[in-house]
């Protein structure tokens, strides 16, 4: 099997989890009791676990060189983990299994990221068009989880994430087995360096400022599209056109990529979330949302792929993996983290008013990455 399909399995796979806990996991921790403040905290807590726990494992895979043997025994700990929530009740209990679940599963994406950018340089492959088979996978998996999971007994929800997490597990032991090589002092490079570079600095902060953007759209727009009547299709249709767009850009980019440089694809996502967030905080209408959903091609889809793209530029080889999980743990960790934990007071003080605070939020990305191409 080529590397380009394997690798292309396990986000695939990857993506089956995404697809069924992101736009429908708040759905599943309300059957649990939880109110919308403390849904909030237990997805802040996804976050925030990356902050400890990404960095350590980064720092293990750079010294070490391999890369699947640590993404088996993650997924083996998230799969474990995840079908706890079965006989979990309660806030704290809950939290605790969250944790646990979220420290594993949220580690293997930069570490797949890792590989899979490694991979594409030694092999001259497409990061965009590996990378497009998660979000086609989402796709299928949102849209057939809005047919088949909002009205149905709220504990299907968390047995199709367990199934997602076999496939995963499965995916990952024909996952390439590539290792880095240490140059002759036989440590890898340090990250200090790196981290010290205004321009690194510039470019998280502006990421972080898109991803944050995302948070209410993530942690309750399924909740807000429901309470607005909106059918369980319509909501599922939404999430998958979004998707729809991304790989469209993933499968399409790389020319535009190359001839714009990362940089723009970054600016571009702050532009579109001005755009997108708006029109979410004005009106539930499902046609004027359909409308607008494409534009997360850009919030986030022209964002990833410039991230990959900049850190793949920045960083050598074997620092790869630290590079990924600090990227990781900033922006999909402590920066959305916070945000998000807010997010659910946010949202039950203001509810779809919400959106233009992300909508301010992405208008910040957006200066952010203008001031980047300045200092670059």
């Given at each position: 099997?080529?590397?380009?399909?394997?690798?292309?399995?396990?986000?695939?796979?990857?993506?089956?989890?995404?697809?069924?806990?992101?736009?429908?996991?708040?759905?599943?921790?309300?059957?649990?009791?939880?109110?919308?403040?403390?849904?909030?905290?237990?997805?802040?807590?996804?976050?925030?676990?990356?902050?400890?726990?990404?960095?350590?494992?980064?720092?293990?895979?750079?010294?070490?060189?391999?890369?699947?043997?640590?993404?088996?025994?993650?997924?083996?700990?998230?799969?474990?983990?995840?079908?706890?929530?079965?006989?979990?009740?309660?806030?704290?209990?809950?939290?605790?299994?969250?944790?646990?679940?979220?420290?594993?599963?949220?580690?293997?994406?930069?570490?797949?990221?890792?590989?899979?950018?490694?991979?594409?340089?030694?092999?001259?492959?497409?990061?965009?068009?590996?990378?497009?088979?998660?979000s086609l996978s989402f796709i299928a998996v949102s849209g057939l989880a809005g047919l088949l999971l909002v009205d149905a007994p709220r504990p299907a929800i968390l047995w199709a994430?367990?199934?997602?997490?076999?496939?995963?597990?499965?995916?990952?032991?024909?996952?390439?087995?590539?290792?880095?090589?240490?140059?002759?002092?036989?440590?890898?490079?340090?990250?200090?360096?790196?981290?010290?570079?205004?321009?690194?600095?510039?470019?998280?902060?502006?990421?972080?400022?898109?991803?944050?953007?995302?948070?209410?759209?993530?942690?309750?727009?399924?909740?807000?599209?429901?309470?607005?009547?909106?059918?369980?299709?319509a909501i599922g249709a939404l999430w998958a056109e979004g998707v729809i767009a991304e790989v469209l850009l993933f499968a399409f980019g790389a020319r535009l990529l190359a001839r714009?440089?990362?940089?723009?694809?970054?600016?571009?996502?702050?532009?579109?979330?001005?755009?997108?967030w708006t029109i979410l905080a004005l009106t539930t209408d499902p046609w004027v949302l359909a409308s607008v959903q494409f534009l997360h091609a850009f919030t986030f889809g022209a964002?990833?792929?410039?991230?990959?793209?900049?850190?793949?530029?920045?960083?050598?080889?074997?620092?790869?993996?630290?590079?990924?999980?600090?990227?990781?743990?900033?922006?999909?960790?402590?920066?959305?983290?916070?945000?998000?934990?807010?997010?659910?007071?946010?949202?039950?003080?203001?509810?779809?008013?919400?959106?233009?605070?992300?909508?301010?939020?992405?208008?910040?990305?957006?200066?952010?990455?203008?001031?980047?191409?300045?200092?670059?």
């Amino acid at each position: 099997m080529r590397p380009r399909l394997r690798l292309s399995l396990f986000y695939a796979a990857l993506f089956t989890v995404i697809g069924v806990q992101l736009p429908f996991w708040p759905l599943y921790l309300s059957s649990k009791g939880m109110t919308a403040a403390e849904i909030g905290v237990l997805l802040a807590s996804g976050y925030f676990v990356k902050i400890l726990t990404n960095p350590v494992v980064g720092h293990i895979v750079d010294h070490r060189g391999e890369r699947r043997r640590p993404m088996q025994i993650l997924a083996v700990i998230s799969l474990a983990a995840t079908a706890l929530f079965a006989v979990t009740g309660g806030f704290v209990p809950l939290l605790t299994v969250t944790l646990v679940s979220a420290a594993a599963f949220t580690a293997m994406m930069p570490l797949g990221d890792s590989l899979t950018m490694l991979t594409a340089i030694d092999q001259r492959l497409d990061y965009g068009r590996i990378r497009l088979w998660g979000s086609l996978s989402f796709i299928a998996v949102s849209g057939l989880a809005g047919l088949l999971l909002v009205d149905a007994p709220r504990p299907a929800i968390l047995w199709a994430a367990v199934a997602g997490q076999m496939l995963t597990l499965a995916a990952i032991a024909k996952l390439p087995d590539i290792r880095t090589v240490h140059s002759a002092a036989g440590s890898p490079a340090a990250l200090r360096p790196l981290l010290a570079k205004r321009s690194f600095q510039l470019f998280l902060a502006a990421t972080s400022c898109t991803q944050v953007s995302h948070m209410i759209y993530y942690g309750f727009a399924t909740l807000h599209w429901r309470q607005a009547g909106m059918s369980g299709a319509a909501i599922g249709a939404l999430w998958a056109e979004g998707v729809i767009a991304e790989v469209l850009l993933f499968a399409f980019g790389a020319r535009l990529l190359a001839r714009c440089g990362p940089i723009w694809f970054i600016a571009a996502g702050g532009m579109a979330g001005v755009i997108r967030w708006t029109i979410l905080a004005l009106t539930t209408d499902p046609w004027v949302l359909a409308s607008v959903q494409f534009l997360h091609a850009f919030t986030f889809g022209a964002n990833h792929l410039g991230a990959m793209h900049f850190i793949s530029r920045a960083a050598p080889p074997t620092l790869s993996a630290r590079a990924q999980s600090l990227y990781s743990s900033v922006t999909a960790g402590i920066v959305p983290g916070l945000a998000m934990l807010f997010a659910g007071k946010l949202y039950q003080g203001m509810g779809g008013g919400s959106f233009l605070i992300m909508s301010a939020v992405s208008a910040g990305a957006l200066g952010l990455s203008l001031l980047l191409l300045k200092q670059r």
